[in-house]
């Protein structure tokens, strides 16, 4: 009789005590979110240092839980946002509420980043390129957001400079802890994705009625009240027609958000996820069914695609159709063959989209062209939060004017062509570090065949395709911040289990 044997740890055991454990510390991921967003309910500078306090008390006890801590901080944070509604009658206090999940990942990525200093991670040498690509990246950000905030609005500034520093946040996180520590994201991802689609289809059946269990629906209308007074839904009855009657009318769409099939479908109720955002909801979905698929787990990523179909983010679908074709082609000994297939496939998805968008005036290639001839005219860059879909600029653009020019006013809608706007040369560097870890997990999947490592090449070519017509591709946190924190996750679970670099 083996030891094991004796000692009842046998494979089911071991399972069960995996998904026990991940649920545990997901139990402790969803606490640590509950008592940073009660804090700043309290006031900002309370909840600031409670949140703080208690990511740093996490950070040092259980530094192996911080990357899933992250991931439920970006999907769940606004799922208890919601429940506090209506005792945060203030909108400043409301949108210091939802900062809280940054609060989180900044307090985190300051304590691993004062373990990068440390001699166990200098023994290490296989890190370093990683860690200083992401030091210059984060410097190069910081003169770029006080650039920014010297010419233009400084809260669209930290607005720009909160979205583009997060993936790198999410990778230097995830890359050491998975380097020092035992990272086992397999129950953790389980779990946020069965979580995920109950949510979404209770939410497409219940709809209003199972929002406002939580207050999710007065969550909606606090939004819906700033577009009003901002005149966003007046400008769209002068343009479209479109006459607002009540709270779904904001949460419906076309079949697959496009006027491709005109009258002949009719509107679809379009999910808004935990998250209360209907794309970043999507690539949570796509991304963890795609990490999932991978694993060999088939029943929540085909129990998640019909999700995706409704609330019509077509880069997220994309993402998972690659991530399918992927998965089912690849061999060990044919790695090469399906990596350039990727490459291929995301490549004629982003030309057949930008020439289909210029022929009809699509506003995200208008917005993309605006980044070109602004970038052509101003290599250097205006500076983080000029313009953009979420800065003060995008707000109230004339289309119609736009799409008589070909070209937006500013660039918007477009992640390409935002950064070159706001960073100019310096976008490349960050443009360049994602070629890096494309190519560094294309050579690890061929050299280890890890099915990690094939989700990271996937998942960050795709992404980098969507972002050239998509802006939240590289700025919300669950699209590119969730992909690089499982890649960084992969990479440091390499360095882990390999010694590679540690000096013989």
């Not at 939802?98 to 200098?122: C, P, S």
């Not at 679809?268 to 060999?296: D, E, K, M, T």
């Not at 052509?376 to 205006?382: F, S, Y």
């Not at 800065?391 to 289309?399: I, M, Q």
Request: proline share 5%; hydrophobic share 55%; aromatic share 12%.
């Amino acid at each position: 009789m083996t030891l094991r044997a004796l000692s009842g740890a046998g494979p089911r055991a071991q399972a069960s005590e995996r998904r026990g454990d991940a649920a545990f510390r997901l139990a402790i991921a969803f606490c640590v979110i509950v008592v940073a967003v009660g804090s700043f309910a309290v006031s900002a500078p309370f909840g600031f240092a409670a949140t703080f306090l208690v990511t740093a008390i996490l950070a040092v006890a259980v530094p192996a839980s911080v990357p899933a801590v992250i991931a439920c901080a970006f999907l769940f944070q606004n799922l208890v946002v919601a429940w506090f509604t209506p005792f945060v009658p203030d909108d400043a206090a409301f949108d210091a509420l939802r900062g809280a999940n940054f609060v989180i990942l900044m307090t985190a990525f300051g304590l691993f980043f004062l373990a990068a200093f440390q001699e166990r991670v200098r023994a290490l040498p296989a890190l370093g390129p990683w860690l200083r690509l992401t030091v210059a990246l984060c410097g190069v950000i910081g003169l770029y957001l006080l650039l920014g905030a010297a010419r233009g609005a400084p809260k669209d500034a930290i607005i720009y400079f909160r979205n583009t520093i997060t993936p790198l946040a999410c990778f230097h996180i995830a890359l050491l802890a998975a380097s020092l520590y035992r990272v086992d994201m397999r129950a953790p991802m389980i779990w946020l994705c069965t979580i995920a689609v109950a949510y979404g289809y209770l939410e497409q059946v219940f709809r209003t009625d199972f929002l406002g269990l939580f207050h999710g629906d007065l969550y909606i209308q606090r939004g819906l009240k700033a577009q009003i007074e901002a005149g966003v839904w007046e400008k769209a009855l002068r343009e479209t027609g479109f006459v607002l009657r009540g709270l779904e009318d904001t949460m419906t769409a076309t079949f697959f958000n496009t006027a491709l099939f005109g009258d002949a479908l009719p509107r679809v109720f379009r999910n808004g996820g935990p998250n209360f955002h209907p794309i970043s909801y999507a690539y949570a979905l796509s991304l963890s069914s795609a990490w999932l698929l991978f694993r060999g787990r088939w029943l929540l990523p085909l129990a998640a695609f019909p999700l995706l179909l409704v609330i019509g983010s077509k880069g997220a679908a994309f993402l998972l159709c690659v991530a399918l074709a992927a998965r089912l082609a690849y061999r060990p000994a044919r790695a090469g063959p399906v990596l350039a297939g990727v490459l291929l496939l995301a490549a004629l998805w982003t030309v057949a989209a930008t020439l289909y968008g210029a022929r009809h005036g699509d506003y995200h290639v208008l917005g993309l062209f605006a980044g070109i001839r602004d970038f052509i005219g101003n290599p250097l860059g205006q500076g983080l939060g000029i313009g953009g879909n979420l800065s003060s600029a995008g707000v109230n653009l004339d289309w119609n004017r736009a799409q008589g020019e070909g070209v937006a006013a500013v660039p918007v809608e477009s992640a390409v062509g935002v950064m070159l706007y706001q960073m100019g040369i310096g976008a490349f560097l960050f443009f360049g570090f994602l070629a890096a870890l494309a190519v560094a997990a294309g050579r690890r999947l061929v050299e280890t065949g890890r099915p990690d490592f094939l989700f990271a090449f996937v998942s960050v070519v795709t992404i980098s395709a969507n972002a050239v017509l998509q802006e939240e591709a590289f700025f919300s946190p669950l699209a590119l911040g969730f992909c690089l924190l499982l890649t960084g996750v992969a990479f440091g679970r390499h360095v882990r289990e390999s010694g590679e670099g540690a000096p013989g």
